[in-house]
């Protein structure tokens, strides 16, 4: 059975636990929130998503896909450049995506994406080139090795991201909240080599560490500020 339930005026939340293919929901130009969530039988979202416009989900603020455990990839591959792209997202949250393994294309041509939030999305194994400027928060990315090139980020979260080697060129960061799982003894190598990446560039940094045991975790917290 397909369900698509719109809530409200530019409120739309879809259910396709059968569907292998979404609608083109990129032409609804009225849209402002989007939800996609069971949808057990999708494993790749492609272009047809988006529709075929010149500017593709024009007024979309907020984008989140929950629950959709077979998706495994996500493109825009096909749509010119001229096309613009999630011009006015906001927020884009994924969780419980196990399979997925990489991010959109088109969401590395969102002008405006302020925050992005990745939760249970075990394949992803690099986040990089994103136009994001203030928030990213991971959570159980065991899969991901490498983020990179987030130039305008402020804030980012890591939670239980044994795997994460590398984090270069987030030359903006103001706040580091790290989580680490019980059998971490130290802090990740890339922790250490963030900072040196700032004394490096001549910033004034004021580390202030605490950690503490907490709900089975070992927790970290970096406050870097810069003058």
Not at 89 to 115: E, Q, S
């Amino acid at each position: 059975m397909t369900e698509s339930l719109v809530r409200s005026r530019g409120n739309k939340v879809v259910r396709k636990p059968c569907c292998t293919e979404l609608p083109p929901e990129g032409t609804l130009s009225q849209l402002r929130y989007l939800c996609i969530e069971s949808a057990s039988a999708i494993t790749v979202i492609g272009s047809q998503f988006l529709g075929s416009r010149s500017s593709v989900f024009p007024k979309l603020e907020a984008l989140r896909f929950e629950d959709i455990p077979k998706w495994e990839g996500w493109t825009s591959t096909g749509t010119p450049l001229a096309v613009k792209l999630f011009p006015s997202l906001r927020d884009c949250i994924i969780i419980n995506c196990p399979k997925l393994r990489a991010l959109a294309d088109g969401l590395h041509r969102a002008p405006n994406l302020n925050r992005l939030g990745l939760s249970q999305t075990y394949e992803v194994g690099e986040i990089d080139n994103l136009t994001l400027a203030y928030r990213l928060e991971v959570r159980n990315g065991r899969g991901l090795k490498k983020m990179s090139n987030i130039l305008s980020l402020r804030i980012l979260g890591v939670v239980d991201c044994p795997n994460l080697e590398c984090m270069g060129n987030v030359g903006k960061l103001q706040h580091l909240d790290l989580i680490c799982s019980e059998e971490t003894e130290q802090l990740p190598q890339w922790v250490p080599g963030l900072i040196e990446q700032h004394n490096n560039n001549h910033e004034a940094i004021l580390p202030f560490t605490t950690s503490k045991w907490s709900n089975r975790s070992l927790i970290y917290r970096y406050f870097v500020l810069f003058k």
